[in-house]
Structure formats: structure tokens, C-alpha cells
């Protein structure tokens, strides 16, 4: 792979998106966006964009309420950067982890996989392809 950083990609969950929202907006002095999801992917997922440029140093994320995923301790996901995320996801359970959710597209944007760490901290892979 690539030399690439490894974290690209994060998530802030929330309760209440219009709170949340209202919140990074007036603190940051920005416009969040709010992300559109691939079709059939509509399980109550909600997502805000922060302000960034895909092609640019750093990493960008999001705001998400999503049914399950609670906001406080814990409520922040890490993306980490693969070649392919289905075959790193294969690698978590003989690490010590656990799959949560198995490679999926999620459009333009590419595919993830969400996993448990040896800790039971979740994580996130993601792969163009």
C-alpha cells in the first residue's frame, strides 16, 4: 500500500443533530453539509460533513445519528485507511476483534467495514475498492 496517513476519515455520534449541529456551526464559525447516502442504504443514518477537501493534508469527518450508536464516551469513529477493507476486516478476528459489519459500498465514497478492536473500541476501515 501506498504511504498514506493512516487515519482518514472520522465521526462524531449525536443524539440530537439539530443541537449538534447548531453547536460545531457556532463554535467553528462554519456551514456543515449534509451528506446523501447511497441508495437503499436508508437505515436512519443521518450525516453532516464538516468543511474539507478530500485532496488536501488531514483528515475530515462528520456528524451522525444513527438508531444504536450513541453520542458521549465512546460516540467518536476512527477511519483507518486500507487498500481494500474487506481483506483487512478478514485479518480482525484472528487479532483478537470483531467484525460489526461486514465490507460495505457506501457509493462514491468507497466501502467500509466497521469492527471492534481487542479493547472493544470500535473502528472503522475504509478502501476505495
Given at each position: 500500500?501506498?504511504?498514506?496517513?493512516?487515519?482518514?476519515?472520522?465521526?462524531?455520534?449525536?443524539?440530537?443533530?439539530?443541537r449538534a449541529r447548531a453547536f460545531y456551526e457556532a463554535v467553528f464559525d462554519i456551514a456543515l453539509e449534509a451528506l446523501k447516502l447511497p441508495?437503499?442504504?436508508?437505515?436512519?443514518?443521518?450525516?453532516?460533513?464538516?468543511?474539507?477537501?478530500?485532496?488536501?493534508?488531514?483528515?475530515?469527518?462528520?456528524?451522525?445519528?444513527?438508531?444504536?450508536?450513541?453520542?458521549?464516551?465512546?460516540?467518536?469513529?476512527?477511519?483507518?485507511?486500507?487498500?481494500d477493507c474487506g481483506a483487512t476486516g478478514d485479518r480482525v478476528a484472528a487479532a483478537g476483534g470483531r467484525v460489526h459489519r461486514g465490507k460495505m459500498s457506501i457509493g462514491e465514497y468507497g466501502f467500509i467495514v466497521l469492527a471492534f478492536d481487542s479493547e472493544g473500541n470500535m473502528i472503522g476501515l475504509h478502501s476505495m475498492q
Open positions: 500500500m501506498a504511504e498514506v496517513n493512516s487515519v482518514n476519515w472520522f465521526e462524531i455520534y449525536v443524539q440530537d443533530m439539530a441508495d437503499g442504504q436508508d437505515d436512519g443514518l443521518e450525516m453532516w460533513s464538516f468543511p474539507g477537501d478530500m485532496d488536501r493534508y488531514g483528515a475530515n469527518g462528520a456528524l451522525c445519528h444513527m438508531p444504536g450508536a450513541p453520542s458521549g464516551p465512546g460516540g467518536s469513529l476512527v477511519y483507518f485507511a486500507c487498500e
